[in-house]
């Protein structure tokens, strides 16, 4: 395709996102469209599936068997997730050994949030109400996405998320109706899931790299501080139902604007987590690395099994 | 209690399936690629559920405001019944299916029959888990089959765990005092009848997979009485934690 060309092609495609048509594998699309989506979806669902990992620390211990069985559903839900997100991912032509090994290498990023520990059964809780609170604030802002089969995933993926909230803040709920001790557990647990969970939402708008250009192709429709904010204001009124308190000496609410006004990040500690020295970065790879070396043995063998049969049904026929 | 008999009797089945339910919950997100973490903590599930049923019902019979989680959790591990087959470890995936397959083959046999129990809440119990398990046995069956006739490596590791596995087998057929009441009223299943289809199947499934039925005539058992092996413990231990640690709470 000449310069010319493709400049004639990427002014239709501008035109077709703002006209807000979806965009669909088989179109023509800019090969930078193509390059974010394949990493913004990816990591998306590399989160899914390394988000397995802090639940599913929990399944064996439950407290309940009602509870056992609703923590495995959820965890289950989760590598159902993974498993779509990479099918929308491969729909841009890069196969999901590739984006393996980008997540095994280090190379391809994952929610940060994941990366710190669940030690009590109240971080069950938390997670299900704050983390994935927040992804749903974030996820919802993705059913509009320009770029049809992740627009399509996240419609689907939304419905599941909100009832896993509504399980997280039920465990809350519990907890706090329940003894002096399962409210202190309730408590920590907020105490040390609130940030991160803030966190979640990325840097600040004038220190995010790449918002301009996924506002502009609305692969992102409200930008990071936006999106926090509506977290912020939707969240401390359910802490104030549970009776806990969010660990911010600064949180007030400003009648005026009908927002709360939340203290500052420690954007340090943000940072040193997504550098890959958090809490758990290296325990998370090595689970993920391991699961996958430990697998390859059985993938091999399922490959040659399938072959044979293939032969076999070969033979038959001829 | 009144109804002792039938009390150990349900927990002879729901303890199988809840301490397998357990081993494979530690699997969760550690498969070897996502469709079997999905289909494997498809299979906990289903033994959960059955679980639950179970224990629902003992709880009723032992009366005193038992719940199910205190039949499940709050027990010494002499007074759980399971077969020593269901408590292994997951050494390696192979060690997964093979423990998986030789239970399934067995789990079948017993709720076809226990369909025809005179007691409507087991029968109802069986009749709603017949489907599920005959799904596990197929799931396991073609894994089998897969990890068998798939490459060198997989067949010398399959070998290797259906030959460690055999041992645990011919429990499965054993009757307790409780059971022999149980068949004799007409509510429990002769499990030592199930005994012949259940070889015939297993040998039919591991030819397909080009494995060897083992010969080793050396069985080992003991969990019906309560007696385990020594990994019980440890797997009891993270079961129980919670409800050890913070008795009587809600959750």
Known sequence: MSEKEVKNMEEIFEARIARDEKIEPKDWMPEKYRKTHIRQISQHAHSEVVGMLPEGNWITRAPSLRRKAALLAKVQDEAGHGLYLYSATETLGISREELYDQLHSGKAKYSSIFNYPSITWADIGAIGWLVDGAAIINQVALCGTSFGPYARAMVRICKEESFHQRQGYEIMLTLCNGTPEQKEMAQDALNRWWWPSLMMFGPRDEDSPHTAQSMKWKLKRKTNDELRQQFVDQTVPQADILGITIPDPDMTYNPETGHYEFGEIDWDEFWQVVKGHGPCNKERMEARVGAWERGSWVREAAMSYAEKQEKKKIAKAS | ?251
């Open chain 2, 1 to 251: 209690m009144k109804n002792q008999d039938l009390y150990n009797y349900i927990l002879g089945i729901a303890d199988n399936s809840l301490i397998l339910g357990q081993r494979l919950g530690e699997l969760c997100g550690h498969g070897p690629n996502l469709e079997t973490d999905i289909a494997l903590t498809n299979i906990a599930l289903d033994l959960f559920g059955q679980t639950r049923s179970y224990y629902q019902y003992a709880a009723r019979i032992a009366g005193d405001g038992k719940t199910e989680d205190d039949v499940a959790m709050l027990r010494v591990e002499r007074d759980y019944k399971n077969v020593l087959l269901v408590e292994q470890p997951n050494t390696h995936f192979g060690h997964v299916i093979a423990r998986q397959y030789l239970f399934d083959v067995f789990h079948l046999l017993l709720m076809t029959e226990l369909q025809n129990s005179k007691d409507e809440t087991l029968a109802a119990v069986a009749r709603k888990g017949i489907k599920e398990v005959s799904y596990h046995q197929r799931f396991s069956g073609d894994w089998l089959k897969r990890l068998g006739d798939g490459t060198e490596e997989s067949r010398t590791k399959m070998q290797e765990a259906i030959d460690h596995f055999w041992p645990y087998t011919a429990e499965l057929f054993d009757t307790t005092e409780s059971d022999q009441k149980m068949i004799k009223s007409g509510i429990g299943v002769d499990v030592s009848l199930l005994k012949e289809s259940y070889y015939k199947e297993v040998t039919e499934t591991l030819e397909e997979a080009t494995l060897d039925v083992p010969e080793n005539p050396y069985f080992k058992k003991g969990g019906k009485q309560g007696i385990h092996t020594e990994h019980m413990g440890f797997l009891l231990t993270e079961l129980q934690y919670m409800q050890r640690t913070y008795p009587n709470m809600s959750w």
